[in-house]
């Protein structure tokens, strides 16, 4: 599994950098792409990349100012023509989603050649997709705006061949057995399964902002505690604090101040406006100390799979 970037702008799209929009890519796991906004030129994003539109099912869409969305028509309309006809597609966003979609379709007289579903979100809705239940988290950015924790099903650890050997059990079907029983006899000698099988694997947790003033409430830290991966967004990168807050929007010092205590193993800082130069992006990446990531377009980050 992988996470990434196609658009790590803010706002205004510049030469470097296009407005938000991210894959989940997770193809080798489910077959699919997960994407997660759509920012204006997305399809031009997709044509430098090896991501089929065909194989993105689902789309979760974080809020609808224009910089996550204005995209989505143009990709919706060309995935029937690469590969995607008949290949159902669901997105999740917030409520006038539906009315935005259909109002240009209807008059721009767009149709699609497979079945389309639009899923108006409400907080702490929870969506079941593949192994992943995907939590719905409430921002706070003026409009409605959310993110989404995908957490991946916990697998049952590894059977622990030595030890079976050890009590004289032969490799052979009987192995996939102890798996699903809570005991087995051997030599008229019952045994727990649980101890010749290894820790639980950990499901992955990603947790995708949209855009949002920062939150220090501790019944949302809890929510995304432990995450592999955590994307948020930083429209102001220089002490800009009490500005973001006006705008409704985050500070990359303050996202780190925020995050210290929630044990994430990658922090990926998006919404990059274009009013910075390479030489700011330089120098606020030298203070981050590895804490955290400032994203670039096409930026990718593997997402391996918890095994101790
Ligand atoms: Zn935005
Ligand atoms: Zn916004």
């Known amino acids: 599994m992988k996470f990434t970037v196609l658009g790590s702008g803010a706002g205004l799209p510049s030469k470097d950098r296009n407005t938000q929009s991210f894959v989940i890519d997770c193809v080798l796991e489910y077959n699919e792409y997960i994407l997660i906004d759509a920012g204006e030129a997305l399809q031009h994003r997709i044509l ?12 979760f869409i974080t809020h609808l100012h224009g910089d996550h969305i204005f995209g989505l028509p143009g990709f919706l309309s060309s995935r029937a023509f690469q590969g995607g006809e008949g290949i159902p597609l669901k997105i999740y966003g917030p409520r006038g989603l539906r009315e935005w979609l259909e109002t240009t379709f209807r008059i721009s007289e767009s149709t699609l050649n497979y079945p389309l579903e639009i899923i108006e ?6 969506i079941r997709l593949n192994n992943f239940d995907v939590h719905v988290l409430p921002l706070s950015h003026g409009i409605e705006s959310f993110g989404y924790i995908f957490k991946e099903d916990d697998k049952i650890g590894e059977l622990q061949t030595d030890k079976l050997r050890e ?5 052979g079907p009987v192995y996939g057995e102890i798996k699903s029983a809570e005991t087995f006899t051997v030599d008229n000698t019952v045994y727990k399964s ?28 809890n929510l995304i505690r432990n995450s592999d991966l955590v994307v948020h967004e930083a429209t102001f990168l220089k002490n800009e604090r009490e500005k973001a807050h006006d705008y409704f929007h985050s500070e990359v010092n303050h996202v780190l101040d925020i995050f210290k205590d929630i044990n994430y193993k990658e922090l990926l800082i998006v919404h990059i406006s274009s009013r910075y130069t390479d030489e700011d992006i ?9 804490r955290a990531v400032i994203a670039y377009d096409y930026f990718e980050l ?7």
């Open 121 to 126: 979100v409400e907080a702490h809705m929870k």
């Open 302 to 308: 593997p997402i391996p799979r918890n095994v101790k």
């Open 167 to 171: 009590i004289g059990l032969k490799p």
């Open 282 to 290: 330089k120098e606020v990446s030298a203070l981050l100390e590895g």
């Open 194 to 221: 649980a101890d010749f099988i290894g820790e639980t694997i950990r499901g992955r947790k990603i947790t995708v902002h949209g855009d949002t003033r920062l939150n220090s409430d501790e019944e949302y830290l």
């Open 48 to 59: 430098h990349t090896h991501i089929k539109p065909s194989k993105i099912k689902n789309i």
